[in-house]
C-alpha cells in the first residue's frame, strides 16, 4: 500500500526566488487615492519573521486582475517592473530584518478588506487571511468571529491614508487564518 508523502515546509527559499522588485507598488504611480498598508509578522513567541514572504490580493477592484503591471524585458526575460499605469490588485512583499512589510495600493472597492496569503519557514502550507481596513464593516466572516479574534483581522488606522496589519502566527493573539477546501 502506498502512503501519501508528508508535506515539506514552504521555505526559505522562496524569500530568494520569488519577490520582484516593485512587488508593494500595487497602485499606479502618482495616484491620489493610494494607500500605504504595513505591519510585522511575529512568530508564536512574539519574534518578528525575518524571512516571510506575503502575497496580496484586492478583489472587487473594477481594474483588478487586468494583465499589463507585471512586464519582462524581451531580450533577457527578466522582470522589467510594473508598467506603472494598469492596477491589477496583486502584489508580493518580502518582510526585513526586523520583520516589517509594507504595500502602497489602492483601497479596495466592493469588499472592505484586502486578501493575504502568507509564507513563512516552519510552515507545511501557507495561510490565508484577511486585512479588514475598515472597523465598521459588516461582513459575514467578522460577524460569525468571538471580539477577541475578529480584532486580529483588523487594521488599525495611523493616518486617513496609512493602515497597519499585525500578522501573529501563534500564540494568544494568534492572527484568525482561513481554511479553504
Do not use: N
Not at 499605469?85 to 484586502?114: C, K, Q
Amino acid at each position: 500500500m502506498m502512503h501519501p508523502t508528508p508535506s515539506q515546509t514552504v521555505g526559505p527559499f522562496y524569500g530568494y526566488a520569488l519577490p520582484f522588485p516593485g512587488g508593494g507598488e500595487i497602485a499606479p504611480v502618482g495616484h491620489p487615492d493610494a494607500i500605504t498598508v504595513h505591519g510585522y509578522v511575529y512568530d508564536g513567541a512574539g519574534a518578528p519573521i525575518p524571512d516571510a514572504l506575503l502575497e496580496f490580493w484586492q478583489p472587487g477592484h473594477a481594474r483588478a486582475g487586468k494583465p499589463g503591471s507585471m512586464r519582462r524585458d524581451p531580450v533577457t526575460g527578466g522582470f522589467a517592473g510594473r508598467d506603472g499605469v494598469t492596477f491589477t490588485g496583486f502584489g508580493r512583499v518580502a518582510t526585513a530584518a526586523d520583520g516589517h512589510w509594507s504595500i502602497r495600493t489602492l483601497p479596495p472597492a466592493g469588499v472592505p478588506y484586502l486578501s493575504l496569503c502568507v509564507f513563512a519557514r516552519g510552515l507545511l502550507h501557507h495561510l490565508y487571511t484577511r486585512a479588514y481596513l475598515d472597523p465598521a464593516a459588516t461582513d459575514p466572516l467578522l460577524a460569525a468571529l468571538a471580539p477577541g479574534r475578529r480584532a486580529t483581522l483588523l487594521a488599525a488606522q495611523e493616518d486617513p491614508r496609512t493602515h497597519r496589519f499585525d500578522i501573529r502566527l501563534q500564540g494568544p493573539e494568534e492572527t484568525v487564518f482561513l481554511d479553504f477546501r
